[in-house]
């Protein structure tokens, strides 16, 4: 009984693959690419940025399709150091906030500028030739006395094909849409100095 | 005459006002109020130093990326390309985890000799067919994946299209909140 069970189990996993039971469990590597650097100018300008907790931990396991293996994506781990990165390439003076924002604090530590970044949405769709991820964020902007003065949304998009057929290839899918994302965020906070 | 006098009401306007409000009310209140100190801490990937401000009560909270102090080399967009191979862009970065597969290997050990050894030497055989008929897999869907790339946006960059996958970046005015 022991051993048919054993070879039931084998042969599943032969017949469907890891993946198809377990899933895949995607983690970016949470770095940016050298082409930001090339693409993104840092500014001459002091700007704060202020996460929420559940950014950080924000995982999606939207497997994009009825029939695909189950998917689990940490967006949120990846995300935080990327947008640290992209702020310290976009600005030359960043200070990452991790106490809740006051005006006290924007006071007293003279930032004109805090972006408070907020998850808004993670598509996935993946078809028989690949997958298409996007990441939407929401990015409010306050001035030193707290007072909104700026709301815009952000989408980072990366679509390739047969990515499921590497080592690391969602992964780094994952890590382009993020990055897309923060590029974009980080030029729309440029041009609206 | 007069002036000294107004000098003395003055001084002793001051001196009062000193008593009444501290001197480091002005400057350091809003230290105090703001219960904030300032430090430096590392990217965890880059190794960058970056300006932090944290809440002074207490100890120094911990780094909000603690447990992701890895090392990657930078991303390489080029591996995203299907028609280049996986070996031909060096990636040391974080890849699906296969610490599912030896909790199989140990689950099918427990239950029997034979359905671990079965199971140990299914395992990575198991893997590279996940691995290779993974995208395979994925039978259904609507629409080609360049096909859905066309939404308009205020900013919008498109990736190069020598390479055979698309990169977007858009950002525009929001009009709802979230």
New interface residues.
């Given amino acids: 009984m022991?051993?048919k069970?054993?070879?039931a189990?084998?042969g599943t996993?032969?017949f469907?693959?890891?993946?198809?039971?377990?899933?895949?469990?995607?983690?970016?590597?949470?770095?940016?690419?050298?082409?930001f650097t090339q693409?993104v100018r840092p500014v001459d300008e002091r700007v704060?940025l202020y996460?929420p907790p559940e950014v950080?931990t924000h995982v999606s396991k939207d497997k994009?399709?009825?029939?695909?293996?189950p998917q689990t994506y940490h967006v949120g781990?990846a995300l935080?150091?990327m947008l640290?990165?992209g702020f310290?390439n976009g600005f030359s003076?960043?200070?990452?906030?991790?106490?809740q924002p006051?005006p006290?604090?924007l006071?007293?530590?003279g930032i004109h500028r805090l972006a408070v970044v907020?998850l808004?949405d993670f598509w996935n769709?993946?078809?028989?030739?690949?997958?298409?991820l996007t990441l939407a964020t929401?990015t409010a902007v306050f001035d030193s006395g707290m007072k909104e003065i700026?709301?815009?949304?952000?989408?980072?998009?990366?679509?390739?094909?047969?990515?499921?057929?590497?080592?690391?290839?969602?992964?780094?899918?994952l890590?382009?849409a993020l990055e897309?994302?923060v590029?974009?965020?980080v030029?729309?906070l440029q041009?609206i100095r | 005459m007069r002036k000294r006098k107004l000098f003395d009401r003055l001084a002793m306007t001051v001196f009062l006002l000193t008593f009444i409000f501290p001197s480091n009310t002005f400057a350091g209140e809003i230290i105090e109020e703001t219960h904030t100190q300032v430090i430096v801490r590392e990217h965890p990937k880059t190794g960058q130093p970056y300006v932090s401000i944290v809440s002074s009560e207490g100890p120094v909270p911990a780094d909000s990326f603690t447990g992701q102090r890895q090392k990657f080399s930078r991303p390489d967009y080029r591996m995203l390309d299907p028609k280049v191979k996986a070996k031909d862009i060096p990636y040391n970065g974080p890849y699906s985890d296969r610490r599912k597969v030896y909790v199989l290997a140990a689950t099918l050990a427990t239950v029997g000799t034979a359905g671990g050894v079965a199971g140990i030497l299914a395992a990575p055989a198991a893997t590279g067919a996940g691995a290779a008929g993974g995208a395979g897999a994925y039978l259904a869907g609507a629409g080609a994946v360049a096909g859905t790339a066309t939404a308009a946006s205020v900013y919008a960059t498109t990736g190069s299209k020598k390479n055979n996958f698309i990169h977007r970046s858009e950002s525009k005015e929001a009009k709802e909140t979230i």
Avoid: M
Wanted: net charge neutral.
């Fill in positions: 022991v051993k069970t054993a070879l189990l084998a996993v032969l469907f693959g890891c993946a198809r039971l377990f899933g895949w469990d995607i983690h970016a590597p949470g770095i940016l690419s050298g082409n693409l704060a996460l950080l994009g399709s009825w029939s695909a293996d781990e935080g150091p640290v990165e310290q003076e960043f200070i990452f906030l991790e106490t006051t006290e604090i006071a007293r530590y907020r808004k769709r993946v078809t028989w030739k690949g997958q298409f929401e700026d709301r815009f949304e952000s989408r980072g998009t990366s679509a390739s094909e047969k990515i499921f057929a590497k080592k690391g290839g969602p992964e780094v899918n890590n382009a897309n994302n590029r974009a965020l030029q729309h041009d």
